[in-house]
């Protein structure tokens, strides 16, 4: 896709005005908090996950990882963040590291970097904020010790230019962070056949499990829309695992949630209880389900957390 194009232009419109829009509809002053909420049927479902992903991937809490990188360092660490939106989780670093670390974030949002950037002056904590398109960065030669992806990559256009400055720009110790990417189908589409594993499942849902916190109606069938057209939501997802695996050597890296974001998460998460019995049970099932597709290899992955050098 062009980046001087009508369509490049209108995506870059449309990205600034939704995420503004989520951030004013949640966030309080002076403060960096993620537009995303948490929804307490998806945390549970990645509790029970929690054993297969750590068995592939020990290092799963990249904050930690990042802390602990830090504290082995002789020096502050320099870390860029690529798509930083919000900054919250950014920040949370620098308050427990502070005099450890340089952060420099970038995003295509200045509004989103605000808050960042008033909590880190009110607080003392240097913090670099860059608005830029990350599409067509340039990024420093053998400069930084980490650089951080974080649910960030599935929303780039410029993949291949993007990950070779990402190459560039690493110390020759340094690795790059993902975190929380998707890799599924473009646009956030269903496969096939996780259509028609998901639609399985969500038919047997009492109507109440099917209330749709977006369109706040009862649906009978899991929607499957491309979600990046006249946005970057997921608009070349699929790509992003082969680039990295062809360019950048794994240290470690997990994939894995064929559907349970889709029936857990914001959609229609909100809806279980988990002080119910059944609706934990429900979860739990949905959730084992998910882990025995992905690991038979019988449904693709969608999401993926991973370190590579």
């Known amino acids: 896709m062009g980046q001087n194009s009508e369509s490049y232009a209108a995506r870059i ?44 991937m020990p290092h799963i809490h990249l904050e930690s990882y990042v802390v602990e990188c830090a504290k082995r360092s002789d020096r502050p660490v320099r870390i860029l963040s690529l798509g930083a939106g919000t900054g919250d989780w950014e920040l949370a670093i620098a308050r427990a590291i502070s005099e450890r670390v340089e952060f420099v974030l970038v995003d295509l949002n200045a509004e989103l970097l605000k808050g960042t950037c008033s909590a880190a002056q009110a607080e003392g904590i240097t913090l670099e904020a860059r608005v830029e398109d990350v599409n067509r960065i340039t990024i420093a030669p053998r400069h930084y010790d980490l650089i951080v992806c974080r649910s960030s990559l599935h ?26 990417e ?33 369109t706040k109606q009862i649906d009978d069938v899991v929607p499957n829309y491309d979600h990046s ?15 990295l695996m062809s360019i950048f050597t794994p240290v470690e890296y ?53 370190i590579f050098k």
């Open 155 to 180: 929303h780039f256009v410029e993949l291949e230019h993007i990950l070779s400055q990402i190459k560039q720009g690493l110390s020759p110790e340094g690795q790059l962070l993902a975190i929380g």
């Open 254 to 306: 997990i994939v894995f949630d064929a559907f349970v974001s889709l029936l857990l998460d914001w959609q229609y998460g909100p809806n279980y209880d988990l002080g119910q019995e059944m609706d934990r049970s429900l979860v739990s099932l949905i959730t084992e389900m998910d882990i025995q597709l992905i690991t038979h290899e019988i449904l693709r992955p969608t999401a993926l957390f991973g």
């Open 229 to 243: 057209h006249g946005s970057f939501e997921a608009i070349r997802s699929e790509d992003i695992l082969p680039l």
């Open 13 to 56: 419109c449309n990205e600034l005005a939704h995420y503004s829009a989520l951030l004013a509809s949640q966030t309080t002053a002076n403060e960096a908090q993620s537009v995303e909420p948490r929804v307490p049927a998806f945390e549970f479902a990645m509790q029970r996950y929690s054993a297969y992903v750590r068995s592939k």
């Open 182 to 214: 998707v890799i599924g189908r473009n646009g956030l589409m269903l496969y096939p056949e996780t259509a028609r594993v998901a639609q399985a499942i969500f038919s047997s849902l009492p109507p109440r499990l099917r209330f749709n916190h977006y």
